[in-house]
Structure formats: structure tokens, C-alpha cells
């Protein structure tokens, strides 16, 4: 069951156009709240609290819990670490290399404003409220490298196998890119000379040029493949929303948001791999020594959606608040570009092929589903406050669709979606502690349960969702115990004025994440694995000012 947790096989779930699969949705569709400083140090526990402009993308009647006009701007930086194991042969038992790496990068999670206007009414309608707030919803930032020594198998031999299954010719292979865009690494390995032709089969340079009792074409005895697996995803998710709040006897708050998503993702991985040992080819009738490899593959993706939002808060005896909001789905537009690309060197020379300059831009369309949060909290005047939020998404409603309607090529991985996602819970708890009139302290928690759900046939039999065709009968639906842990604390200072600032640090603990750099290719050979363990640090200042 653990290898079910989060794994993905990059070469097999290419980012490649036209593969789009429920990661990619899920990529796309997931949050991680951020905000003021104030909001994620009390772990974003703001359904039934308001008042911060941190809190207004969860609950839009926040923005009316105040009297007053505020601006706030929240300067941040984002570390992320990474800790990856790399096992080139999983069922020999061996322990595998493991690396660390981390990134920081500068953000911006929180910059907007609201303007209160008051009606002067003692009862009633006493104040209404409007704003624009730039939160941030997701960052994606990691650089995860792994590497190893391997004799069991070869991305080179992967790459044969691929050519093999294609049927196709030795012109074809070196000819234009190939319609299949799924081929293009077989192609490029093919005209960059680390898969060749023996007269019968295809073969990798670091394979043997005979088969094994097996049927394969095994690595060379004692290649001692040098192995090197490197994944660079960067961007952002940040949500831009239009509120409007109002606020009825400082009892009953409602609000409304109207949102719009804008996301980037940039995202390269790369293969290398290396025969210290050399090994001698001819090319042309020239001998050539094998040195390295290369395979690159990046996808740049700029989408852009908009979905509406409603909120309320109750206050039924002093000091208890309660609060509940419901977001739409997201309609988003996205637009990708991408390319696969490769490298290998020999003495004396180097070869590069790439993909297709003129097709590499597919746009398509996205809905995620929809969100609701419900919360609770307890105020003590000049001591502090309690906060705890819940809130549910259901990532089975997920769909792609075609630019032109419908769901067209994208039918297969809608039907995975609905198979293999379903309901994340999310629980968020907060408090406050007043010390005297000025200074606050503050901590919050959270846990994220996975959206991602394991499926069994009717003889209990562990279903891979890459294999679905949507055809198959599904029995059980387990969802996987992979849980994403944030734990954060801040201090705050109020001035006797209209300055505020705050402060923030949070730590977020992803599930472990297997990878598998290229499919198992043959009779008994295992693909190398990849244990990754990530982790976010993220320290947020907010300067704010009341009007």
C-alpha cells in the first residue's frame, strides 16, 4: 500500500500535451492558504472570526466584523526542502542514496484593502463594506534532485522498449516529430544515437546487443549507470477577490466575493545518465565513444478562472461566533506549452533533437468543484480567542474540457478522476493570546486529509489508476492515509494608533511522494525509486494601517 501513497511514474504520465490527468487537476485546483500574517499564524481559522484580510478569501462577510477601513501588505519568503531517496533496484532490498536539497524564494501573500462606510443606524443595516484583496492560495516551489548507481536497468533501455512497441521504422524513427507526441523520447533517443538499431530490435546504448533467457536486452554487466533524476516546479495560485460585506446589530454578517484565480506553473525534470566505463559505437563508420545522456522535458502552464463565493457570520450570545461560507466551482482557461528535448555526448561530439517548434501550445479547460467551510469561535474581551474551521472539498467533481466543448480527449481522465479522487477534509485550529493592550501571541494548526483514493476490483485487488479505461468494474474506494500537517505561530503589535504589524512562521509537512523516473520495461527489471519528503517554511510580515 505504501507505493500506492502519491506516486507517480513521470515517464508513463508525461507533461506532454494531451496528457493532462487528475494530477494535473488536482494540481491545479488544490489550496494552501496563505493571508496576513495574523491568519496563517492562527492556522487560517477564520470562518467564524473575520476582521483580518487574511480571512475574507474564506469567508467573505470577514470584511464586516469591523468598523473600520484597513490596507494591509504581507512580504514573505518561502523555503522549501526536500529530502529524496534514490533506490535503483526497490526489490533487491537495497537502501538506496539519499540526497537533501532546499530552495527560498521572496512572495507576496497578501496585499488589498476594504473601505467601510456606516449608515449611522443604531439597529439594522449599521455598516457595509467593500474591498479588493490579492491573497495567495498555493505556492509551488521545489527543486528535487536525486541520484544513483544502477546495473539492474536503463533509461536508454527504456527508451528501446518504447521504439520496440511503437513499430515503427528506422525512417520513421529519424524522420519529423512523430504525430504520437508520447513517442518523442523514443525518437529523440533514436537520432541522438542512444537507442540503435541491431537489424532486429532497438537496443540502448547500455544494453547488451543479445538477449537474455528472459527475453530482455539486460545492462551490461558492471555498467555502474550513473544516474541523476532532477525536478524543478515553480509558480503560484493566487486568488484576487472583489468583497463586498455587510454587517446587521453587530449580530448577523454576510458578504460575498466575486474571485478570480490566476496560476503559473513552471515545471522542467530531467534524466541524466552516464557510463563511466564508455562504450564504443559506430557512427558513419566512425567509432565513438558514449559519454552521457540527457532527457528534458517542461511545461509552462498560465491559467485563469472565476468563481463566486458567499459567507455568514452569527453572533447568538456574546463572545460565540458562528460562521459558514460556499464557494462555486472555478472555471478556469489554460494554456500550456511544453517540449521534450534531448542531449548525449560523445568524444568529439554531441547530438540534440527536440520536439515540435510549432504545436507545443494546447489550451483547454478546467472546472474544479465546489468548497464549503464552517467554523466556530470563542472571544474573551482582552484575553483572546479559539478558532476552529472545517471545511470539505469533493475532487471528484473535477472535469476537463475541450476549448470547443466537451470532453473529447479528455474522457479517459475525467473517468479517473471520478475513480480515484474524492472528499479532503481539512481542519483548521487557532488561538490568540492577548499580553496587554498591544502585543499579541498566536498559534494555529492544520491537517489535510489526502483527495487522492485507492480503488479495488470485486476480488480485492489493488486497482493502478493509470491502467483504468473506464471500463473496469470498481468495488471498494479507500482513501489514502496520506495527511498534510501545518503547524505556525506568530506574535502581533497594535499601536495606539492606526499602524498594526504582524508576524508569522509556518512549517508544512507534505505526504511521502514515490516516484518513478521511467516505467518497468521488461521481464524482471525494476524501475529505479524515488522516496521524496518535502517540506514548506514560510515566514510572513504584514504592515498594515486603520483609516
Not at 528501446?160 to 513499430?167: E, L, P, Q, T, Y
Not at 563508420?285 to 559519454?291: A, D, I, L, Q, W
Request: overall charge negative.
Amino acid at each position: 500500500m505504501k507505493k500506492i501513497l502519491l506516486s507517480l511514474s513521470l515517464a508513463a504520465a508525461a507533461v506532454l500535451a494531451a496528457a493532462q490527468d487528475y494530477t494535473d487537476a488536482l494540481l491545479l485546483s488544490e489550496s494552501n492558504y496563505y493571508g496576513t500574517a495574523r491568519s496563517v499564524a492562527m492556522g487560517n481559522a477564520f470562518t467564524a472570526l473575520g476582521g483580518d484580510l487574511g480571512s475574507i478569501g474564506i469567508n467573505p462577510a470577514g470584511s464586516a466584523v469591523n468598523n473600520y477601513s484597513q490596507f494591509t501588505f504581507s512580504p514573505g519568503i518561502s523555503i522549501s526542502g526536500i529530502s529524496s531517496n534514490y533506490n535503483p533496484a526497490p526489490a533487491a532490498g537495497d537502501a538506496g542514496k539519499t540526497t537533501g536539497n532546499s530552495w527560498a524564494r521572496a512572495t507576496m501573500p497578501n496585499i488589498g484593502f476594504t473601505i467601510n462606510v456606516s449608515t449611522r443606524n443604531r439597529s439594522g443595516l449599521k455598516n457595509y463594506t467593500m474591498g479588493f484583496i490579492a491573497n495567495s492560495t498555493n505556492y509551488y516551489t521545489s527543486d528535487l534532485r536525486a541520484s544513483g548507481v544502477n546495473n539492474t536497468s536503463s533509461y536508454m533501455g527504456y527508451l528501446a522498449a518504447m521504439a520496440n512497441d511503437s513499430g515503427l521504422s528506422d525512417e520513421a524513427l529519424g524522420g519529423d516529430p512523430l504525430g504520437d507526441v508520447s513517442l518523442w523520447p523514443a525518437q529523440i533517443g533514436f537520432i541522438n544515437y542512444i537507442v540503435n538499431s541491431n537489424g532486429t530490435d532497438y537496443v540502448g546504448i547500455a544494453q547488451e546487443n543479445t538477449r537474455d533467457i528472459m527475453g530482455n536486452y539486460p545492462v551490461v554487466t558492471g555498467a555502474n549507470l550513473a544516474q541523476s533524476f532532477n525536478r524543478v516546479r515553480k509558480g503560484h495560485k493566487h486568488d484576487y477577490v472583489f468583497n463586498l460585506g455587510f454587517n446587521f446589530s453587530d449580530m448577523f454578517f454576510i458578504g460575498a466575493n466575486l474571485g478570480m484565480v490566476s496560476t503559473r506553473i513552471d515545471q522542467t525534470w530531467s534524466f541524466s545518465e552516464e557510463f563511466p566505463a564508455g562504450r564504443t559505437i559506430e557512427i558513419d563508420n566512425v567509432s565513438y565513444t558514449f559519454k552521457e545522456m540527457q532527457m528534458t522535458q517542461w511545461s509552462v502552464i498560465d491559467a485563469s478562472g472565476f468563481y463566486a463565493k458567499i459567507g455568514v457570520i452569527a453572533v447568538p450570545v456574546p463572545g460565540l461566533r458562528i460562521g459558514a461560507a460556499i464557494q462555486t466551482p472555478t472555471a478556469t482557461v489554460i494554456k500550456e506549452e511544453w517540449n521534450v528535448y534531448g542531449d548525449a555526448w560523445f568524444t568529439g561530439m554531441k547530438k540534440h533533437a527536440d520536439g515540435s517548434e510549432s504545436s507545443n501550445i494546447y489550451q483547454y479547460r478546467l472546472t474544479s468543484p465546489f468548497r464549503a467551510n464552517f467554523g466556530l469561535a470563542y472571544t474573551l474581551p482582552g484575553l483572546g480567542l479559539l478558532s476552529a474551521d472545517y471545511e470539505l472539498v469533493d475532487y471528484s467533481d473535477m472535469r476537463f474540457k475541450e476549448m470547443r466543448g466537451g470532453e473529447g480527449s479528455f474522457t479517459y481522465a475525467n473517468q479517473r478522476s471520478r475513480a480515484f479522487t474524492g472528499v479532503q477534509h481539512n481542519l483548521r485550529i487557532g488561538a490568540e493570546a492577548r499580553l496587554g493592550q498591544l502585543v499579541s501571541l498566536r498559534a494555529g494548526y492544520n491537517l489535510k486529509t489526502s483527495p487522492e483514493y485507492a480503488r479495488y476490483d470485486a476480488n480485492g485487488n489493488y486497482m493502478d489508476p493509470y491502467s483504468y479505461d473506464g471500463t473496469q468494474v470498481l468495488a471498494s474506494k479507500e482513501a489514502l492515509k496520506a495527511f498534510t500537517h501545518a503547524v505556525s505561530a506568530g506574535i502581533g503589535y497594535n499601536s495606539t494608533g492606526s499602524f498594526f504589524c504582524d508576524l508569522a512562521l509556518r512549517g508544512t509537512f507534505f505526504p511521502d511522494e514515490y516516484i518513478y523516473p521511467y516505467p518497468t520495461y521488461g521481464a524482471g527489471i525494476d524501475s529505479p525509486e524515488i522516496l521524496s519528503r518535502s517540506r514548506m517554511w514560510d515566514i510572513i510580515l504584514t504592515l498594515g494601517w486603520r483609516f
